[in-house]
């Protein structure tokens, strides 16, 4: 097991931290700002869009400018399964740069290896990482119709390592690193978050838990409402799913990532244990996430279709942390980068099933078992930059 896990907390945390469920599923424009512990069908609201909302964050499927990642190299956080670490990392690069371009962010100390090791198959951009956590710390990127022709922004939530769980000086500069490069405007909320908390359709649904973001280690003193509107305002979006998730029981609070994604706007991913243990809070919240998921409906008023993909029943790797779900993959130009674990009937199970969901690309399995090992995975590590032509 690795001691410095990113599931294990880097700096004091307050003694509360026992896995909590947070309420049920519930459509953006409810007023209630408490849980629905109901278990009824959510009901969508008339909550307008902001007046911001013409900036849009497109779905993942959709055509890629560029993949960005970060490249580990603190021993303060990775130990000595760092080497390992980074491998995963080349691994995971080198399958996305066959699909598009990949732009690597690494500290100055870094770039010269770093060089060797990919020659011009990635591209490289100084900058103060701490960690390779890229969807969480890098910005969402949002597009629009300008008046001179389609235009792509950064919209950035604030980065605080999880509630200040792990070190984050150089993280949380990354968004604007990123921007700053790409000489693209920096959207700034008064909101803090990760990427990895956040799920979208591409037609103006967002999908989240509240463990990540109704918390007081993220948004003090802000009600779910607030909350709410600012990720709509962030994102470009009209209506909000939210799902319970859980907080304390990792140093994501839960992120939505792992417990369920959206394939396109009608249908749902969710997370299936291989295992029904009663006493693991994961398998609780995967069969509470999925049974709200079966009770919401699209923007169109119909039921989402709910496609399990089941977790591996034997990992290669292991630990307290390790994330052994296959929800994990980031779909990029022409292919699913997918995890697999060595369990043989589970792995081909998987990719029978994002091959139905994504019939058109090619599914890339990768032995991803030491960022598994940290609590994270491939979706975790990558931030899609969408093509400059406006998407819908």
């Not at 999880?162 to 693209?184: C, F, N, P, R, Y």
């Not at 291989?274 to 398998?283: E, I, K, N, Q, Y």
């Not at 119909?302 to 993959?329: C, H, K, S, W």
């Amino acid at each position: 097991m690795n001691p410095f896990s990113r599931r294990t907390f880097l700096v004091a945390v307050p003694a509360a931290t026992a896995p909590l469920l947070i309420g049920g599923a519930f459509i953006a424009g409810c007023a209630d700002d408490g849980a629905d512990d109901s278990g009824e069908a959510p009901v969508a609201s008339d909550q307008p869009p902001s007046v911001t909302a013409r900036w849009r964050m497109p779905a993942e499927e959709l055509p890629h400018e560029r993949t960005w990642m970060c490249w580990p190299s603190s021993e303060a956080v990775w130990g000595p399964d760092l080497a390992a670490v980074q491998d995963a990392i080349v691994g995971i690069a080198q399958a996305i740069a066959r699909f598009e371009p990949v732009m690597l962010l690494a500290r100055q100390e870094d770039i010269e290896a770093l060089r060797e090791t990919f020659g011009e198959e990635v591209e490289l951009l100084v900058a103060p990482v701490d960690d390779l956590w890229a969807r969480d710390t890098l910005p969402n990127f949002v597009v629009r119709e300008g008046a001179t022709g389609p235009e792509i922004a950064a919209a950035h939530a604030t980065f605080n390592g999880w509630g200040d769980k792990q070190i984050h000086s150089g993280d949380t500069q990354l968004a604007a690193v990123v921007a700053e490069h790409l000489g693209v405007q920096l959207l700034d909320f008064d909101l803090v978050g990760e990427g990895g908390a956040i799920e979208i359709d591409g037609r103006d649904t967002v999908l989240a838990a509240e463990s990540c973001w109704v918390n007081d280690n993220r948004n003090p003193e802000k009600s779910r409402d607030e909350i709410e509107a600012s990720i709509l305002e962030m994102l470009g979006a009209d209506r909000m799913i939210w799902v319970s998730g859980l907080a304390g029981a990792d140093i994501t609070d839960g992120h939505i990532d792992t417990l369920a994604r959206f394939a396109d706007p009608a249908t749902i991913v969710v997370d299936s244990p291989a295992f029904d243990d009663p006493a693991d809070p994961w398998v609780a919240v995967a069969a509470t996430t999925k049974a709200l998921l079966q009770a919401a409906t699209t923007v169109d008023g119909q039921q989402y279709e709910i496609v399990e993909i089941v977790q591996p029943a034997e990992t290669r790797g292991g630990g307290d942390e390790f994330l052994a779900t296959y929800m994990n993959y980031y779909v990029c130009n022409g292919a699913v980068i997918a995890p697999q674990f060595g369990d043989e009937a589970a792995d081909v199970a998987a990719r029978g099933v994002l091959s139905q969901l994504f019939p058109d690309r090619e599914i890339v399995m990768l032995d991803i078992d030491a960022l598994a090992a940290g609590g994270g995975g491939i979706h975790c590590a990558t931030q899609q930059q969408p093509a400059v032509a406006v998407q819908t």
